[in-house]
C-alpha cells in the first residue's frame, strides 16, 4: 500500500523550507527529508530497545555520508564509490551532533543513532545547516526520548546586512558565515567564520541568528503533535544521592585542601587518584557483599570534585590553579625551531604547547576537493594532531580522529581570512600544528602558533591571529565566564567558547555547551572578556617577532610570476609536455602554467630562477622595437647577416649596420654561429625585422639608429626573414623582453 506522505513548510529568511515524512525509511525510529529548493537532505534517527551495561557515557552517534550521486557526479576516487568520510563530511556531522546532545536524558545508555544522506544538492544551497534541521525533525518525530527541538540557520553579511541561509555565491561576498543552533529560548551551538568582525556586530549576528531560527521550532513543534510517535521510557542510570551525600561529607575538606596547593595537572590527577582509591577502599572493599558498587563509588568521587571546584568558582573566584575568571595562564613563545622547514612556530599556555611547521609549495599542490561544495581545490591547508604522550598517555594511533579533523578546521578558519590572495603570494601553505603537551585549549594554542610559524616563514599575512577558549560555570542565576580554560574546567564545566581573532576583530568562533542552553547576554560578556584575552596574548607573540619576516627561508621556494600570451602557452609546454619537463630538468626549478598565461617558477635559489625565467621568456617573447638581443648569426649574404635573436625568430642586419666604420665583406664582422648584439630598429608590416649592431656600439637612441637606417642601402629584393620555425636555445639571450616578472622574497 503506497503511504502517506506529509509535508510541512515554513519560511525561514527568504527562503522556503520544506519537512517530508512518510515516504522513506518507515522502519527507522523517525525519518524525514529537508528540502530547500532542489537540495534535499535525508536524516534517519533510531534507538536501541535496551541500554547498554558497563559504561558510564551516553552511546549517541551521528553520521552524515555525502552521496555525489546527489550533485550528479561520480566519485574521483579509484573504486568510483564513496570510501572514508571526506573533511567536510566529518565536520558536518561534529556540527549535527553538537546541538543534539545536551538535550537529552541525564543517565540514558540506550544507543542512538542518527544516520544523515545528500540526496539533492543544487550546488546553490549548502547542505550542512539543513543536516542539523533534518536530524532534530527525525527525532522528534520518533519514539526517542529528548528535549528538542533543535533550530539552526545560517547567518551571512553582505554589504553590511545579514542574510539568513546565503546561498554559496552570496558567501562569497559575505564577510561572515555564522552557523547557529538553539532552542526557543537559547543558543546551543556556535560555528563562525568572520573576516575580523568586531565583537558587537557578531553579538547582533547571534540574536538575529537565534529569532530566525524560531519557525523551525514551531514547525517540528507542530509535527511532533500531528505525528510523532508515543516517546519509549528509559531506564536511566542515575547516581545514588544518598552515596553522593556520604562522598561528598568525606572529600569535601581534603579536595578544597588538595586545590589550594596548586598542583601541576598530572601531580593533581595523581593526588586525586590516590584520594579515590582511599575512598574506594573504606566504601566499597572487595568482597564485601553489603558494600556499594564501585563504579558508583568513583562517580560519586567526581561529582564531588565538580560541586568543590564549581563552588570555589562561583563563590570565591577561586580557579584550580589559582587564577582569577578573567585571567590568563603564564605564555611564552619561539620561532625558527626547524633548520629545514620553511617556517616554524612554538606556542606555549601553562601546560598546553603547540608546535606548528609550515611549508610553502607551488599552487599545483593545492588540495583538491571532491564534494558538493562549488570549491574546487583549496591553496591553504591546516592539519592537527594530538598524540597519546601529549596527555601522558599510552594508546594505539590509528589515523586522524573526527575531533582532531574538527580542530584542524577550526584553526585554518581563524587564519584564513589574513592569508595574502593567490595574486600577491603564488603559494601553496600547509600548516601541520603538533600537540606536544595538552591542558585544555590546543586548538586554540594552535591558532597562536600558526601565526608564528607564519610570520617566520615571512608570508605576509594580513595581521596576527589569536585564540582564546572561554568556560562558564552556571549553578541557577549564579554564573561565571572563565578565561583560558584548562582540562578539568572544560570537563567539569559548562561550556566550551573558542574565540580567534586579529586585534581589529574575531576570524573564528565555535561554542559547545553541557547544559540547556546560553541567552545572548552571557555569549556577549564572553565574547567582550576573550577579546581583552586576545590582545593580552598578541602582545606576547608581538614582542617575539613583530611582523613577519622581509623574506622567505633560505629552503623555501622562491616563486616568479611570468605573464605571456595565451598564445604561447603551447610553445612552453612543447609537444606531449617534452619543453617544460626539458626546462625544469636542466633549472631544477617546477614551472606551473595557469590557462590565462600566467606562469609560476618555483626555485630555491635565484639563479635557478633566472635561468627559468629567461628560458620561458626566449620561448614566449615577441621582438620589440627598440629591444635590444644578443642572438646567433644564422646566415650570410652579401648585403647582410641574419641574426636568430629569440627561438625561431630571425631579423636581418644590413652590411652598413654592422660596425662603426665601412665593412667591405659581412664575414670580416661576423660568420654563421658567432653572437653579435644587436637592437631592433623596425618591423615592418608583414614582420621583417631590421637589426642594427651599429646602433649598440655608438649607443644609439631607437629613433637615431631609424634615421640612419633609414639612409642607408637597402638591396633589391633582400628580404629579411620574419621568423622561421623550430627551436634555438634561448638560454643566453638578454635584453629588453616585453613579458613582466616579479620574484617573491
Not at 12 to 29: C, F, K, M, N, P
Not at 219 to 236: D, F, S, T, Y
Request: charged content about 25%; glycine content about 10%.
Amino acid at each position: 500500500m503506497k503511504p502517506v506522505v506529509k509535508r510541512y513548510t515554513t519560511t525561514v529568511g527568504s527562503h522556503e523550507i520544506a519537512i517530508e515524512t512518510g515516504r522513506l525509511a518507515a522502519q527507522a525510529g523517525g525519518a524525514v527529508t529537508v528540502h530547500l529548493n532542489d537540495t534535499v537532505i535525508f536524516a534517519a534517527a533510531t534507538m536501541s530497545p535496551t541500554a547498554r551495561e558497563g559504561i558510564d557515557f551516553f552511546p549517541l552517534s551521528v553520521e552524515y555520508e555525502e552521496r555525489l550521486y546527489a550533485g550528479g557526479r561520480i566519485p574521483g576516487s579509484f573504486f568510483r564509490r564513496e570510501g572514508r568520510p571526506g573533511t567536510e563530511a566529518i565536520l558536518t556531522a561534529r556540527l549535527t551532533d553538537r546541538p543534539l546532545r545536551p538535550l537529552f536524558p541525564k543517565g540514558m545508555r540506550n544507543d542512538v543513532q542518527v544516520i544523515m544522506y545528500s540526496l539533492s544538492s543544487d550546488g546553490e544551497n549548502p547542505i550542512d545547516i539543513l543536516a542539523i534541521n533534518a536530524a532534530s525533525a527525525a527525532i522528534m518525530i520518533s519514539d526517542i526520548p529528548w528535549g528538542g527541538p533543535v533550530g539552526a540557520v545560517r547567518v551571512g553579511r553582505v554589504n553590511g546586512e545579514f542574510v539568513i541561509n546565503p546561498t554559496f555565491q552570496e558567501l562569497e561576498a559575505s564577510d561572515l558565515d555564522l552557523r547557529i543552533a538553539g532552542t526557543r529560548d537559547a543558543i546551543l551551538m556556535v560555528e563562525c567564520g568572520a573576516n575580523e568582525i568586531p565583537e558587537d556586530v557578531m553579538a547582533a549576528a547571534l540574536e538575529f541568528g537565534h529569532k530566525s531560527l524560531l519557525p523551525l521550532i514551531e514547525l517540528q513543534e507542530k509535527m511532533a503533535a500531528e505525528i510523532g510517535k508515543p516517546k519509549n521510557v528509559p531506564i536511566l542510570i542515575l547516581p545514588d544521592e544518598s552515596l553522593q551525600q556520604k562522598v561528598f561529607g568525606m572529600t569535601q575538606a581534603k579536595l578544597n585542601d588538595l586545590f589550594d596547593k596548586q598542583l601541576p595537572k598530572l601531580d593533581l590527577y595523581s593526588a586525586m587518584d590516590a584520594m579515590l582509591a582511599e575512598v574506594v577502599a573504606e566504601l566499597a572493599p572487595e568482597g564485601a557483599a553489603d558494600a556499594p558498587n564501585q563504579e558508583a563509588v568513583k562517580n560519586a568521587f567526581h561529582d564531588a570534585e565538580q560541586r568543590v571546584v564549581r563552588e570555589r568558582i562561583l563563590s570565591q573566584d577561586k580557579r584550580p590553579d589559582g587564577r582569577t575568571p578573567t585571567e590568563l595562564r603564564d605564555i611564552w613563545c619561539e620561532v625558527d625551531l626547524s633548520p629545514r622547514v620553511h617556517g616554524s612556530g612554538l606556542f606555549t599556555r601553562g601546560e598546553t604547547q603547540v608546535l606548528t611547521l609550515a611549508t610553502l609549495g607551488t599552487l599545483r599542490e593545492a588540495q583538491e576537493l571532491d564534494t558538493l561544495n562549488p570549491q574546487e581545490s583549496k591553496r591553504y591547508m591546516h592539519h592537527y594532531n594530538f598524540p597519546p604522550f601529549s596527555v601522558g598517555e599510552v594508546r594505539p594511533m590509528r589515523g586522524q580522529s573526527r575531533r582532531e579533523v574538527g580542530h584542524g578546521a577550526l584553526a585554518e578558519r581563524a587564519l584564513e581570512p589574513v592569508i595574502p590572495p593567490e595574486s600577491e603570494f603564488p603559494y601553496s601553505l600547509r600548516l601541520v600544528s603538533e600537540v606536544m603537551a595538552s591542558n585544555g585549549s590546543t586548538s586554540m594554542a594552535s591558532v597562536c602558533g600558526s601565526t608564528l610559524a607564519l610570520m617566520d616563514t615571512g608570508v605576509p599575512i594580513k595581521a596576527p591571529v589569536a585564540g582564546i577558549a572561554m568556560g562558564l560555570i552556571k549553578e541557577g542565576d549564579r554564573y561565571k565566564v572563565l578565561t583560558d580554560i584548562q582540562g578539568i574546567e572544560d570537563h567539569l564545566g559548562d561550556m566550551d567558547f573558542k574565540v580567534a581573532g586579529t586585534a581589529a576583530g574575531i576570524t573564528a568562533l565555535q561554542m559547545d555547551i553541557k547544559i540547556g542552553g546560553l541567552s545572548s547576554a552571557i555569549m556577549a560578556e564572553a565574547l567582550a572578556q576573550a577579546k581583552k584575552a586576545r590582545l593580552d596574548i598578541l602582545d606576547i607573540m608581538l614582542s617575539v617577532i613583530p611582523a613577519p619576516r622581509p623574506e622567505l627561508k633560505s629552503h623555501a621556494p622562491r616563486i616568479t610570476t611570468v605573464l605571456i600570451p595565451v598564445d604561447k602557452i603551447g610553445a612552453i609546454i612543447g609537444p606531449g609536455g617534452k619543453t617544460i619537463r626539458a626546462i625544469q630538468e636542466e633549472t631544477d626549478t617546477r614551472i606551473d602554467v595557469e590557462e590565462d598565461g600566467t606562469v609560476y617558477i618555483a626555485a630555491t635559489n635565484g639563479e635557478s630562477a633566472r635561468m627559468a625565467r629567461d628560458r620561458v621568456r626566449a620561448l614566449t617573447e615577441e621582438a620589440e622595437i627598440g629591444n635590444i638581443y644578443t642572438g646567433r648569426v644564422v646566415r650570410t649574404t652579401d648585403f647582410g647577416a641574419f641574426v636568430e635573436i629569440l627561438p625561431g625568430v630571425d631579423g636581418m642586419v644590413h652590411i652598413s649596420q654592422l660596425d662603426s666604420t665601412r665593412v667591405n665583406r659581412v664575414e670580416d664582422v661576423c660568420t654563421v654561429g658567432d653572437e653579435i648584439t644587436v637592437m631592433v630598429v623596425d618591423i615592418d608590416p608583414a614582420g621583417k625585422i631590421r637589426l642594427s649592431r651599429q646602433a649598440v656600439l655608438e649607443g644609439w637612441t631607437v629613433e637615431e639608429a631609424q634615421e640612419r637606417d633609414r639612409g642607408g642601402k637597402r638591396p633589391a629584393g633582400g628580404g629579411d626573414r620574419g621568423g622561421r620555425p623550430g627551436g634555438g636555445r634561448g638560454d643566453d639571450r638578454r635584453g629588453g623582453g616585453n613579458r613582466g616578472s616579479r620574484d617573491r622574497r
